[in-house]
């Protein structure tokens, strides 16, 4: 790989008019199919082969008016049953019924409808019915609703809007993660002692994310992108573009600080730091491709959109770097003052990791495993509007309605029933509804329908608990047990969809996805690393300090977002239950920026054993110093960009930024710079073992550059004499 890298680097550096020109005409046609073609996100999830997906299918086929979403009208007055409030709220649901788009509203008013009006009389709430294409023109439907809903306020009352049409919030970029920005340009600055040199990975960062979100766009019209995709991609190919190019512009001012001709160590630094480059996106993508095995569609786009900002990550590193390398020929060379002294603390900080190497490892997986115990209390689920803002019209409707009618009103779940043919249908709705009312865990019925046809009977309960509460899913899993005993009895075949009972299900996917895709990633860790250093110790070793930042990374989030530490300072706007796909993108992206730091560490470490005769002592004191170097600003730079996510973060975006950002902490300044030179230490030459079996069956991806050192002294040594 080494070899093709070399000629392609130094292909770019010759040919870089034309590598630039080519870039800036890819970005600029990106930009214009996105402007021109995208068609913006959606945030409707399908969630094949599940229970509620099917039960929802079914509604949408034969009883199509309830298929779709629901709004709820929140009335608040100091008494809500005066004749005035009364007619207020009752012309206001009569206006709501005649928007376009929807198909039903319920009026809490209305003698067949149980407990719409809060017992202390102050709150009266309205549920509105949807069509299910709803989300086609979502802001003119709630636009129309608030403004049908005008007279509550006329008559002197308040009126909140909640529900899943409300539930809408789209992530945006704030002026906060430009903060992650500016700390990563700081942070490349000190670390080369030049702005040029700073300057170049910000702007093939920049490029490659902006390639990357107009190619998402791109895709709108083709794919259901929910709006978080872009702002993860936005994220990752941030932090990871900065990142590669970082590891090659080092390595490139390192040769030419000594002496070496600037296109030849533009192609050589494309050669060896960028096939660290190569390797560690390709574990990166690998691991977010695997989102797929959820079978969660939005999360599939998600992977494969975040994945796709890392390759173009790579392609820009190994392309446009050095072609701008090229423009910028000798002036990147460091004055010689500038490397005199860069190695003593990293010196320094080795010698004291691996004085009594036993005593640094049990001190590093005892306080990692101690970040790791709140781990334990980790519940999962999907947001709903008690995320959002305080000062959002969706979450005070949310907390009025939690507030005067218990948690499980904001939870409702909806009972399909198949009816038995020749049966009388309202007969069997109401014993039905009656059976189904009885159930621990159920707060009441708040309505019950049969369609047209007299063949599905609709239940909608209402929960005792909330929507991401343990008594939620296990009367959804209890309604679902019972469906043998109500078939028998009867002749009713079961189902329950609705918003909660799709969020438990993904919930439930989620969760039973974690143990096969850990499995994987940690398998797969094992092989790729154990192809790169053809090593058995130094895999295994990698494996398990991943599994110690995935812990701790765990932890914290649990401790922010459940136990609520410092959860007014990071802007978490309510303790409970983090977002269910959280724990997976976390595992997959955490891997592949875990391989990228095992490997821009070691990688070196490696080089320099090969090519000194074996001496492991001395060939880690050589490679963690011209390694660790790069690893501690690539760390600090990924740091600053995931924590720049969480302040001001959307709330699905929120705690994958934090879980991110103190994985990489983690990973970086204590297993890698700490736990790693200390096992390496320990294990001496021993570090470096694999059986001759294993070393022919594994394949040679030559990350060190060995491949093109040879190549290169082959080409120095002059031509035998005829």
């Known amino acids: 790989m080494s070899t093709l890298l070399y000629a392609l680097g130094r292909r770019a550096y010759r040919g870089r008019l034309v590598v630039i020109g080519v870039w800036v005409l890819v970005l600029a046609g990106l ?69 376009d788009g929807v198909t039903a509203v319920i009026d809490p008013y209305n003698e067949q409808v149980k407990g719409a009006i809060s017992q202390d009389r102050q709150v009266a709430l309205g549920t509105v019915q949807v069509e299910s294409n709803w989300r086609d023109d979502s802001d003119a439907l709630r636009d129309s609703i608030e403004k049908a809903a005008e007279p509550i306020t006329a008559a002197g009352g308040q009126v909140e809007f909640g529900g899943e049409v409300f539930a809408v919030s789209l992530p945006s970029v704030t002026p906060t993660e430009g903060i992650g920005v500016v700390v990563a340009l700081i942070v490349l600055i000190v670390t080369f002692g030049s702005i040029l040199a ?25 794919l259901d992108i929910s709006s978080t995709v872009p702002l993860l991609a936005l994220m990752i190919g941030l932090a990871v573009g900065i990142d590669y190019a970082l590891l090659i512009v080092s390595r490139h001012r390192d040769q030419l600080r000594d002496g070496l001709d600037p296109e030849e160590s533009a192609a050589r630094a494309v050669a060896k730091a960028g096939s660290a480059v190569v390797f560690a996106g390709l574990t990166v993508i690998i691991a977010l491709v695997g989102l797929a095995v959820a079978r969660i569609p939005f999360l599939t786009v998600m992977g494969v959109a975040a994945a796709g900002a890392v390759l173009v990550a790579v392609l820009i590193a190994l392309t446009l770097l050095p072609a701008l ?39 590093v997986v005892v306080a990692v495993g101690a970040l790791a115990v709140p781990a334990k209390d980790l519940r999962l689920a999907l947001n709903d509007n008690g995320t959002a803002a305080s000062d959002t019209t969706q979450r005070k409707a949310f907390d009025l309605v939690a507030a005067h009618f218990g948690p499980g009103a904001n939870a409702p779940l909806l009972v399909t029933a198949d009816l038995p043919g020749g049966s009388d249908p309202q007969k069997l709705l109401a014993q039905l509804a009656g059976e189904l009312g009885g159930l621990k865990g159920v707060a009441g019925v708040s309505s019950a329908a049969v369609n047209t046809n007299g063949d599905l009977a609709v239940v909608a309960l209402i929960p005792t608990g909330s929507a991401s509460s ?6 959804v899993k209890e309604i679902r047990a019972a469906n043998a005993d109500l078939e028998q009895k009867y002749g009713v075949d079961v189902g329950v969809t609705g918003q909660t009972a799709i969020a438990i299900d993904i919930s439930d996917r989620l969760s039973d996805a974690l143990l096969p895709f850990g499995i994987a990633v940690v398998g797969l860790s094992l092989v790729l690393l154990g192809a790169v250093f053809r090593s058995i110790a130094v895999p295994v070793k990698a494996a398990l300090g991943y599994l110690l930042s995935v812990g ?19 802007g978490v706007q309510r303790e409970g239950p983090v977002i269910s796909f959280m724990p997976i993108i976390l595992m997959g992206v955490l891997f592949g920026l875990a391989m990228d730091y095992e490997v821009f560490l070691v990688a070196r470490i490696r080089e320099e054993f090969v090519h000194n005769g074996g001496d492991a002592r001395q060939a880690l004191r050589v490679g963690y110093a011209a390694g660790s170097r790069v690893v501690t600003a690539a760390a600090l730079i990924m740091v600053s960009v995931f924590t720049a996510f969480v302040p001001e973060g959307d709330a699905n975006i929120k705690p994958i930024a934090l879980a991110l950002a103190v994985g990489v902490f983690v990973d970086a300044f204590i297993v890698r710079m700490i736990l790693v030179p200390a096992v390496l230490a320990l294990l001496g030459n021993a570090a470096w073992w694999i059986p001759g079996w294993l070393d022919r069956v594994l394949p040679r991806l030559d990350v060190e550059g060995e491949g093109l050192e040879k190549k290169l002294e082959h080409q120095k040594e002059p031509a035998p004499a005829s």
């Open 31 to 99: 930009a214009a199919g996105a402007v021109t073609l995208g068609s913006g996100t959606s945030e409707e999830f399908r969630i094949p082969g599940t229970a509620s997906q099917k039960a929802l299918d079914t509604l949408g086929d034969r009883f199509p008016e309830l298929a779709g979403g629901q709004a709820q009208v929140v009335a608040v007055a100091s008494d809500v049953t005066t004749p005035e409030m009364k007619k207020a709220v009752q012309s206001s649901l009569a206006a709501v019924s005649k928007v």
């Open 198 to 222: 700073a300057g170049l990975p910000l702007i093939t960062a920049l490029v490659g994310v902006g390639a990357t979100m107009a190619a998402i766009w791109l895709f709108t019209p083709l």
């Open 325 to 363: 390398l090229g423009l910028l020929g000798a002036r990147l060379t460091p004055k010689p003052a500038q490397g005199k002294e860069r190695h003593r603390f990293a010196n320094a900080w080795l010698s004291t990791v691996i004085r009594i190497p036993v005593v640094t490892i049990l001190l």
């Open 470 to 475: 343990q008594v939620t899913s296990d009367l």
């Open 552 to 570: 701790a990374s765990f932890g914290a989030v649990t401790a922010v977002f459940e136990w609520g530490w410092l959860g007014d300072l990071l």
